[in-house]
């Protein structure tokens, strides 16, 4: 007879190098390496001052999890307000559980979310969204296919006072994105794959939201779609001063676009740095760059 259940698959580490190249390690590997990255962690001081000691988004000590298991242990987290940071590390390392505690999806069991100094961990996704400007777009192809490219925008403004409300959001919204608006009849499930991420963004943008949490932005697009987006994420925090936390996958997109980069290694932090530091770092050349 067949178990019931399935053990889990020993863990890999995974990324995306130069032509593509996958590269995965052993469970050995990674415990290795995971120590030897931890040696290099930095302190809470040097995290602030990658933020300009200014920061918008902290987090201060978190140990986070779902249930009764705990994911993220002692996370500490800067990012000023229009900075970008991306979180790189291998698979189930706690990358999303990062965004999902910042929107209040997790357990938080210690240590606190500051936003502009103020504790926020406590307030639900909604009020996170509506009152504290933090929003959310999730990893998964999260369009209504059969609703509007129209519909899905206002959906995005579900919170906001009256329809009215929602639908001058949306005109707003289609007047920066032309290829949406051309299209904002036409029903999501036709969109191209690029499109419809960036009608995820842009449902995101509804609630005018100052943190922009961005799960895998290049998941599942084609490869010539994946510049475009990251060009999107780039024009909303330069040109709209939007701060930007995303996981990525792709370290090396993720490494090129983000101010400052986090690696996280079983749910604790193994290395922070801007962005293109890490992408010259050697120790993340191995582990997530192909070599
Ligand atoms: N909603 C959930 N409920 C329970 N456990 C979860 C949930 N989401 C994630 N986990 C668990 O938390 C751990 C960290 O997962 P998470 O998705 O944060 O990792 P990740 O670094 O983003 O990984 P990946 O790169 O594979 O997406 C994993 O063991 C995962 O199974």
């Given at each position: 007879?067949?178990?019931?259940?399935?053990?889990?698959?020993?863990?890999?580490?995974?990324?995306?190098?130069?032509?593509?190249?996958?590269?995965?390690?052993?469970?050995?590997?990674?415990?290795?390496?995971a120590a030897t990255l931890g040696a290099r962690r930095p302190d809470d001081a040097a995290l602030r001052a990658l933020a300009g000691d200014a920061p918008l988004l902290s987090l201060r000590a978190l140990d986070a999890g779902?249930?009764?298991?705990?994911?993220?242990?002692?996370?500490?987290?800067?990012?000023?307000?229009?900075q970008s940071l991306c979180l790189i590390g291998p698979n189930?390392?706690?990358?999303?559980?990062?965004?999902?505690?910042?929107?209040?999806?997790?357990?938080?069991?210690?240590?606190?979310?500051?936003?502009d100094g103020r504790a926020i961990g406590g307030l639900t996704p909604e009020q996170k969204l509506r009152d504290a400007g933090i929003a959310y777009v999730m990893q998964d192809n999260s369009v209504f296919p059969r609703m509007s490219v129209e519909e899905n925008l206002l959906m995005g403004g579900y919170l906001l006072p009256g329809r009215e409300a929602a639908r001058a959001a949306a005109a707003d919204v289609l007047a920066r994105y032309p290829r949406l608006s051309q299209r904002r009849r036409a029903a999501a499930g036709t969109l191209s794959g690029?499109?419809?991420?960036?009608?995820?963004?842009?449902?995101?943008?509804?609630?005018?939201?100052?943190?922009?949490?961005?799960?895998?932005?290049?998941?599942?697009?084609?490869?010539?779609y994946i510049d475009a987006v990251f060009e999107i994420l780039r024009e909303l925090q330069r040109d709209q001063g939007?701060?930007?936390?995303?996981?990525?996958?792709?370290?090396?997109k993720g490494l090129e676009f983000a101010d400052l980069a986090y690696v996280l290694v079983s749910g604790q932090l193994a290395l922070a740095g801007p962005g293109d530091a890490l992408?010259?770092?050697?120790?993340?050349?191995?582990l997530f760059l192909g070599g």
């Open positions: 007879m067949q178990p019931r259940w399935n053990p889990p698959k020993p863990p890999r580490v995974s990324g995306h190098g130069e032509g593509g190249v996958d590269l995965v390690m052993s469970v050995e590997a990674v415990a290795r390496e779902y249930g009764r298991m705990q994911i993220l242990h002692g996370l500490d987290l800067h990012v000023a307000a229009g189930g390392a706690g990358k999303s559980t990062v965004l999902h505690s910042i929107y209040g999806f997790t357990r938080i069991i210690g240590g606190a979310i500051e936003l690029g499109e419809r991420r960036l009608l995820e963004i842009a449902r995101a943008l509804i609630m005018r939201p100052r943190v922009l949490l961005v799960d895998e932005p290049s998941i599942g697009l084609e490869p010539r939007k701060t930007v936390v995303l996981v990525e996958q792709n370290a090396k992408l010259e770092d050697p120790d993340v050349g191995r």
